[in-house]
C-alpha cells in the first residue's frame, strides 16, 4: 500500500463496501421500503376509485361535519399548543424564577398521558355526575338547569385535553432551539435597548421558528391520528367516521375513502412542516460557547412565570394522575386479578417484540443509508420514517384490505385445488397487528439510531474494515456498543408508544385478545371509568421512563455543555 494517501486508502475501503452492500443490502432496503409503504399506497388508491351508495350518503350527511370539526380541533389545538409550549420552553431556557429546576422536566410528564386517559379523568371529575358538580350542588342547593357548568364532552373540551397532553412536542423542540441560540445575538439585542420580552419576541422567537413547527406539526399529527378522546366526546371528525363506516356500514371502500381524505391533511401538515424548515435554517457563527444569559424574575413576574409553568403541568398530569391514583385504590382489589396481569403480559411482550423488530429494522436502513451513497436509498429510508405521520386509523384499513384479499385469494386457490381452507393466514392475526405497529413507529426508532451512527466517525467504518470486518459485522461489533444509548431511547420510546396506541389495535386485534389500551378504552365507553384507571394507570407509569431520558437529553442538547 506504499505510496497511497489516507485519503485514497479510506476512499478505496468506503468504495468496495458500498460495492459489497449494492449486492444485497440495497435490494433488502428497496424491498422493504416498498413493503412498509403498502398500507398507505393501499389508502391513496381509493381515491382514484368511483364512488358508491354509502360514500355519496356520507357526503350528503356528514362528511361537511367531518371536515370543519377536524379543521376546528386542528386549529384550537394548535393555538394551544403553541401558547403554552412556546411560554414555558422561553421561561425555563433563559428566564430565573422559583421552581424552575422542577418545570424543566416536569414539564414533560404529561407526555406520558395518553390523550384519551385524560378525557377518560376529566370527565368522570367533572361531569354532571362527577364529585365537582355534585359538591357545587350541595354548597349552593341548586338543581339540574340552575347553573352553568362548562360541558367536557364537546369540541371545546376536546381542544383542552389534547393541548394539556401534546405541547410538551412544542416546549421539546423550542426549548432546545432556545438553549442552542447564540449568546451573541442575545447580547447585542440587549445592548439595543431590547427587554427580556422584546429579545423573546424580536430575536429568540424568530431563529427559534422552524423548531416550534416541527413541534407544532407534530401535535397537530397527533391531534388528527386521536380516536379515543373524540370518540368518547362524541365527535365527528374523520378517525370516528372511519370507524363507524367500517364497522357500522360495513363498507370498506367508503372507509378507505375517508381515510384518504385525511391522509391529505396529514400530508398538508408534513409539507408546511418541511418548507419551514427549508426556507429556515440558521446556523452557528461562533465555536465559542458561554452560558446563556438569565433574567432574573421577581416578585410579581416571578409568580406569573411559576402559574404560567405549574398550570399545564398541573391540568396536564398532576390531576388526572392523582384522580387515577384515587380511583385505582378504590378499584384495584376487584381490577387486578388474573385477567389484568395477562392484559398486562400482553400489552409488555407485544410492546417489546414490536420495538426489538423495530430497532433492528432501524439499524438496516441507518447503517445501509450510512455506507450506501445512493440517492435511491435516501429516499426509501425517508419514505419509511413518513410512517409516524400517518394515524393508526389510516394504517389499520391500509394494513387489513391488503392481508385480507391475500388471505381470501389464498383461501378460494387453496380450496379449489385442494379442497383445503386455509382461513385467516395473516388479517386477524398479531402478525397484522405488529406489522401496523412498525410502519406507524419505525420512523421514531430510525431517527434515533441515525442519531447514534451520526456521532461515530467514518474513520471507524473504515478502520473495521481494512481489518477484515465485514459490514455487519462492523455494525454489531463495534457501532452497536457505541450507539448503545440511542438504541435503549429508541427500544423505550417504541415500546410505550405500542402500549399507547389505540385505533389500530381495536381494528387489528385477533379475537379474545386485547391489551391495556382497548381494555381503558372498552371500561371507560361503558362509564366504568373508576375501573378503567388500573389499566391507565399502568400504561401512565411505563411512560415515564421515556420522558425522563427526554428531560436528560434536552438539558444537554447546548453545544460546548
Not at 422542577?102 to 385524560?118: G, H, R, V
Request: glycine share 8%; proline share 4%.
Amino acid at each position: 500500500m506504499q505510496g497511497i494517501s489516507e485519503n485514497s486508502l479510506g476512499w478505496v475501503i468506503r468504495y468496495r463496501t458500498s460495492e459489497l452492500l449494492k449486492g444485497w443490502w440495497q435490494p433488502g432496503i428497496l424491498l422493504a421500503a416498498l413493503i412498509f409503504s403498502i398500507p398507505v399506497l393501499t389508502i391513496a388508491s381509493f381515491l382514484l376509485q368511483p364512488s358508491g351508495d354509502v360514500w355519496q350518503h356520507l357526503v350528503d350527511t356528514v362528511l361537511t361535519d367531518y371536515l370543519i370539526n377536524s379543521a376546528l380541533l386542528t386549529l384550537g389545538v394548535g393555538l394551544g399548543t403553541l401558547s403554552i409550549g412556546v411560554t414555558c420552553a422561553w421561561l425555563t431556557s433563559l428566564c430565573q424564577f422559583p421552581g424552575k429546576k422542577l418545570f424543566i422536566w416536569a414539564l414533560l410528564l404529561p407526555l406520558a398521558m395518553p390523550a384519551y386517559i385524560i378525557a377518560y379523568t376529566y370527565t368522570g371529575m367533572f361531569d354532571f355526575a362527577g364529585p365537582v358538580q355534585t359538591l357545587i350542588r350541595d354548597w349552593t342547593g341548586w338543581g339540574y338547569g340552575d347553573y352553568y357548568f362548562p360541558e367536557v364532552r364537546s369540541l371545546g373540551g376536546a381542544i383542552v385535553m389534547l393541548s394539556l397532553v401534546l405541547y410538551p412536542y412544542v416546549y421539546l423542540l423550542a426549548r432546545a432551539a432556545f438553549l442552542e441560540q447564540s449568546v451573541c445575538v442575545i447580547e447585542v439585542s440587549r445592548t439595543l435597548g431590547c427587554n427580556a420580552w422584546s429579545s423573546f419576541y424580536r430575536v429568540a422567537l424568530p431563529l427559534a421558528r422552524p423548531a416550534i413547527v416541527a413541534g407544532l406539526s407534530l401535535a397537530l399529527m397527533e391531534t388528527l391520528a386521536d380516536y379515543g378522546t373524540v370518540s368518547y366526546f362524541g365527535l365527528g371528525v374523520f378517525t370516528t367516521g372511519i370507524f363507524r363506516t367500517w364497522f357500522g356500514l360495513g363498507d370498506s371502500a367508503a372507509a378507505a375513502k375517508l381515510a384518504a381524505i385525511l391522509l391529505l391533511f396529514v400530508f398538508t401538515l408534513i409539507v408546511i412542516e418541511r418548507w419551514s424548515r427549508n426556507r429556515a435554517q440558521y446556523h452557528h457563527t461562533t465555536n465559542r460557547y458561554r452560558q446563556l444569559p438569565q433574567f432574573q424574575l421577581t416578585g410579581f413576574r416571578a409568580l406569573i412565570a411559576f402559574v404560567a409553568c405549574l398550570l399545564p403541568l398541573l391540568f396536564g398530569f398532576l390531576l388526572p394522575a392523582s384522580q387515577l391514583g384515587l380511583w385505582a385504590l378504590d378499584t384495584y382489589t376487584v381490577m387486578v386479578d388474573a385477567s389484568f396481569i395477562r392484559l398486562t403480559l400482553n400489552t409488555i411482550l407485544l410492546g417489546l417484540s414490536t420495538a426489538v423488530l423495530a430497532v433492528l429494522l432501524a439499524l438496516f436502513f441507518a447503517y445501509g443509508k450510512r455506507v450506501l451513497a445512493s440517492k435511491l436509498v435516501f429516499a426509501s429510508v425517508r419514505v419509511v420514517a413518513t410512517g409516524y405521520a400517518v394515524p393508526g386509523t389510516i394504517i389499520a384499513v391500509g394494513v387489513i384490505i391488503p392481508l385480507a384479499w391475500f388471505d381470501n385469494t389464498l383461501d378460494a386457490y387453496m380450496r379449489d385445488q385442494f379442497e383445503i381452507s386455509t382461513g385467516l393466514l395473516l388479517s386477524g392475526t398479531l402478525f397484522a397487528v405488529m406489522f401496523a405497529y412498525l410502519v406507524r413507529f419505525l420512523a421514531v426508532s430510525i431517527q434515533s439510531v441515525e442519531s447514534g451512527l451520526a456521532k461515530i466517525r467514518l474513520s471507524m467504518d473504515e478502520a473495521a474494515r481494512s481489518m477484515g470486518y465485514k459490514p455487519a459485522e462492523t455494525l454489531f461489533r463495534i457501532h452497536l456498543p457505541l450507539m448503545k444509548g440511542s438504541v435503549l431511547t429508541a427500544l423505550l420510546i417504541v415500546f410505550v408508544d405500542v402500549m399507547k396506541e389505540l385505533p389500530a389495535t381495536l381494528i387489528l386485534r385477533p379475537f379474545n385478545f386485547n391489551t391495556l389500551a382497548v381494555r381503558a378504552f372498552e371500561l371507560a365507553s361503558d362509564e366504568r371509568l373508576a375501573d378503567s384507571s388500573t389499566a391507565a394507570l399502568m400504561i401512565v407509569a411505563v411512560g415515564l421512563l421515556p420522558v425522563i431520558l427526554l428531560s436528560k437529553s434536552i438539558a444537554s442538547s447546548r453545544a460546548g455543555s
